[in-house]
T-cell receptor, first 110, second 116 residues
Framework: QKEVEQDPGPLSVPEGAIVSLNCTYSNSAFQYFMWYRQYSRKGPELLMYTYSSGNKEDGRFTAQVDKSSKYISLFIRDSQPSDSATYLCAMSPTGNQFYFGTGTSLTVIP | GAVVSQHPSWVICKSGTSVKIECRSLDFQATTMFWYRQFPKQSLMLMATSNEGSKATYEQGVEKDKFLINHASLTLSTLTVTSAHPEDSSFYIC????????????FGPGTRLLVL
C-alpha cells in the first residue's frame, strides 16, 4: 500500500465550478500537510500548508485535514482557466521526510 | 516566501557527456536539499537527499556513480549526470525544506535535460 494515494484524474470542470481534490494516507504519524500546484514544465509551487487537523482558507482555496479519517482535501472556489494544472498533495511526519501523491491533473474549461 | 533557483533551465547534450545542474537557495540556508526526477505526466520521484558537508543519501535504484551530488555550501547543491544517455532525458527538480520547523518544501523551477 502506498503511503499517499491520490486520484490522478484527469479532472475537467467548467469555469466557475467548485473543485474538490483529495488524498488519503496510511501513516498516522503525518502531521504536516501541503498542496502544491504544478504547471506544465515548471517546478511545483506551494499553495497551502496545514499542520495537524482542521481547515485553512486562502482566497479561493480551502485546505481541510481530517486526521481521524486520514483524508485531506483541497477546494477551489470559482475555478478559473488559470487554475488548470496538476495538483500534488504532500505530507510529512516531522519535516525532512516528505511523501507525495501522484498528482491530479485539472483542466478548467472557459 | 523562500526562493529556490536552478540553472540551467534546460540543456541539450550529446550522449556520453556529463551535465551539471545547480540548485541554489536564494534567501535562506539549506543544510538539506532534495533532488527529484519527473517524467512526462508522472509524479515526482525522489532520487537523493543532499546533505551539506556530507555524502548524499540515494534512494533505492538510483546509481550513485551516475548521479553525483555535491552540497558544498548552505546555499548550493549540484547534481551531475555523468556519461548521460538518452534514457536520462527527464525533468530534474530540486527542493529545500523551509518553514520554522523545516516542515515544508520549496521547489526550484526545474531543469529539462535532453540527451541526444
Amino acid at each position: 500500500q502506498k503511503e499517499v494515494e491520490q486520484d490522478p484524474g484527469p479532472l475537467s470542470v467548467p469555469e466557475g465550478a467548485i473543485v474538490s481534490l483529495n488524498c488519503t494516507y496510511s501513516n498516522s504519524a503525518f502531521q504536516y500537510f501541503m498542496w502544491y500546484r504544478q504547471y506544465s514544465r515548471k517546478g511545483p509551487e506551494l499553495l497551502m500548508y496545514t499542520y495537524s487537523s482542521g481547515n485553512k482558507e486562502d482566497g479561493r482555496f480551502t485546505a481541510q485535514v481530517d486526521k481521524s479519517s486520514k483524508y485531506i482535501s483541497l477546494f477551489i472556489r470559482d475555478s478559473q482557466p488559470s487554475d488548470s494544472a496538476t495538483y500534488l498533495c504532500a505530507m510529512s511526519p516531522t519535516g525532512n521526510q516528505f511523501y507525495f501523491g501522484t498528482g491530479t491533473s485539472l483542466t478548467v474549461i472557459p | 516566501g523562500a526562493v529556490v533557483s536552478q540553472h540551467p533551465s534546460w540543456v541539450i547534450c550529446k550522449s556520453g557527456t556529463s551535465v551539471k545542474i545547480e540548485c541554489r537557495s536564494l534567501d535562506f540556508q539549506a543544510t538539506t536539499m532534495f533532488w527529484y526526477r519527473q517524467f512526462p505526466k508522472q509524479s515526482l520521484m525522489l532520487m537523493a537527499t543532499s546533505n551539506e558537508g556530507s555524502k548524499a543519501t540515494y534512494e533505492q535504484g538510483v546509481e550513485k556513480d551516475k548521479f553525483l551530488i555535491n552540497h558544498a555550501s548552505l546555499t548550493l547543491s549540484t547534481l551531475t549526470v555523468t556519461s548521460a544517455h538518452p534514457e536520462d532525458s527527464s525533468f530534474y527538480i530540486c527542493s529545500a525544506p523551509g518553514g520554522a520547523a523545516q516542515e515544508t518544501q520549496y521547489f526550484g523551477p526545474g531543469t529539462r535535460l535532453l540527451v541526444l
